[in-house]
Every structure is written in C-alpha cells, then in structure tokens.
C-alpha cells in the first residue's frame, strides 16, 4: 500500500485524488447515463469537475475522509469514485454519507458492493462516527440493492433537489 492509498479490497484500490484529475472526474460524469441519478442530471463540464475535486480536498483536510479514486488493483485502471461526505440536512446537521459512482464501462462486475462494504467496515474501524446514511435516487434500484446488500437499513426518506429519496443507515 503507497502512502496515497486509502483502502485496498482483492479487486480495487482506493487513492487520493491528484490535482490534475479533474479530466477523469468529467470523463466518468460525461454522458446521461453516468449522471441520471445524480444531482442536476446532466454530463458534468470540465469546471464542475473541478469544483467537486475541490470540494474533495477540503474535506479530506477538514473531516478526514472524502471521495476517493478508485482504481482496479490488477492494472491501476480508473474505474470510478467512492467515499463518504458530509451532508447537511435543512436542520443543519451533518452526518456522513456513503456514496460511489462507477464508471459505465465497468458496471455489473460487482465494484460497488465490493467498495461500499469495505467502506463501511473501514469507516467504523477509524471511528469517524457511530453511523452513516446513503441515499438513491428513487429509479436507481441497482445502488439500493448494494446498499441493502452490505446491511444497510432502510430509513426514511430524503427530499434531495425535490426528490423524494430512498434513504439507508447503518449503525456500528
């Protein structure tokens, strides 16, 4: 493991980003079906990907953890995002989210549940909190089977963007 890894699973590698990797972040966010479930539900530009590896640096430097790159472990491939962030509901508490994105071309091999459990069992054995949530978008059935797949319970609901959201918590 070199100093920029995160977390290591049989197939995937987590790492900290690299300042120059914003082209990577557009590249996995740059068609409809990469971003339907996301907010704004569109392509992301070259600036939002920009802002949200930002966004990832300050939070890896005020909360200890982020959105990390993941890689495959066989041959350091780029194949998505995954790690936790704050989110702050309307009452102003923050609490840690779980979340992934992979890239299209590696869908239904398995990557999101293999990191997304990982994750969680990382993020207790670090004490970053007592629990986290997820949330999907209500059509995105694939990543609410992940969720409850790694044990997370069912919650309820979020409103994101006008959304109503299906919502997770697990619990150490």
């Known amino acids: 493991m070199s100093d920029a890894t995160i977390l290591e699973t049989p197939r995937l590698v987590l790492t900290m980003w690299d300042k120059g990797d914003a ?9 409809i079906e990469t971003t339907r479930y996301l907010s704004g539900a569109a392509p992301w530009t070259l600036e939002k990907a ?5 966004s990832w640096f300050g939070e890896q430097a005020r909360d200890g953890v982020t959105k990390y790159k993941l ?5 350091g491939r780029f194949i998505g995002r995954a790690g936790f962030s ?9 609490e840690f989210e779980l979340g992934y994105s992979i890239w299209q071309n590696a869908w239904g091999n398995g990557y999101a549940t293999e990191i997304a459990d990982a994750l969680a069992q990382w993020f207790f054995r670090r004490g970053f909190a007592r629990q986290f949530i997820a949330f999907t978008h209500p059509e995105n059935s694939a990543s ?3 969720l409850r797949k790694i044990g997370m319970q069912d919650h309820p609901p979020l409103t994101i963007d006008g959304i109503l959201c299906p919502t997770f918590r697990m619990a150490r």
């Open 50 to 54: 920009e802002e949200r590896l930002k």
């Open 71 to 75: 890689l495959r472990r066989e041959d």
């Open 86 to 94: 704050r989110f702050h509901e309307e009452d102003g508490r923050g």
């Open 23 to 31: 082209e990577l972040i557009r590249q996995l966010h740059s068609t």
């Open 144 to 146: 609410q089977r992940v």
